[in-house]
């Protein structure tokens, strides 16, 4: 079973300009999460995907993040503009739509903001 | 309070030392428990998945479940140093629309060869 694909894997950027994420889940899988990862922390999510509906972005940076599943399937989180502290692991993961499945990461992308 | 408490650590120990690792949780409608290993660089990984209170083992691993005193563990026999990674615990809450999961912050374990 391939796993969940993210890229890129590394990102340099300076605050004010903008990056995309990308993110293929696993095959079935109607559930999508998009979280942010500092180092040291969990992960605190940002949006939660069911299908291609928005079931919570309660934490989502609304005026400088977006995201968007197009489909049901791949998603991508948009940060513009990008500031600071967005340096962070963004990491996506998916599950089943069944009580109780867990979550199934991919390996992030480190976005670092200069 | 926090959904989930986790200790920080970081920990460190000799190779072969058993491991012990806690999380504590405040809501008692949890059913599902998750451990979650991360090495550096790399997402965190599906390591134990667990349903309701008891024990579960998994080669060296045990994860353990007290749920009348909401209290998690792991356990890890005869520690590798490939075992050094951050163990993270997790579990979600139920809902129609998909699971909402709490995290704990994640231990840092370094196993010394």
């Known amino acids: 079973e391939a796993g969940v694909a993210q890229s890129p894997r590394y990102k340099i950027i300076e605050k004010r300009q903008s990056v995309a994420f990308w993110c293929n889940p696993i095959?079935?899988?109607?559930?999508l999460y998009w979280y942010q990862q500092i180092l040291g922390q969990g992960p605190k999510l940002l949006i939660q995907?069911?299908?291609?509906?928005?079931?919570?972005d309660s934490q989502l940076p609304k005026d400088r993040f977006s995201a968007e599943r197009l489909k049901g399937v791949d998603s991508t989180l948009k940060i513009q503009p990008a500031k600071l502290e967005d340096s962070a692991v963004y990491l996506c993961a998916s599950s089943l739509a069944v009580g109780g499945s867990p979550l199934h990461f991919g390996n992030g992308t480190r976005l670092t903001v200069t | 309070q926090k959904e989930v408490e986790q200790d920080p650590g970081p920990l460190s120990v000799p190779e072969g030392a058993i491991v012990s690792l806690n999380c504590t949780y405040s809501?008692?409608?949890?059913?599902?428990f998750m451990w979650y290993r991360q090495y550096s660089r790399k997402g965190p990984e599906l390591l134990m998945y667990?349903?309701?209170?008891g024990n579960k083992e998994d080669g060296r691993f045990t994860a353990q479940v007290d749920k009348s005193s909401k209290y998690i563990s792991l356990f890890i026999r005869d520690s590798q140093p490939s075992d050094s990674a951050t163990y993270l615990c997790a579990m979600p809450s139920i809902g129609r629309t998909g699971n909402q999961f709490y995290f704990g912050t994640g231990t840092s374990l370094t196993v010394i060869p």
């Open positions: 095959s079935g899988h109607a559930t």
């Open positions: 995907f069911q299908n291609n509906g928005v079931v919570d």
């Open positions: 667990t349903y309701s209170s």
């Open positions: 809501n008692s409608a949890f059913q599902y």
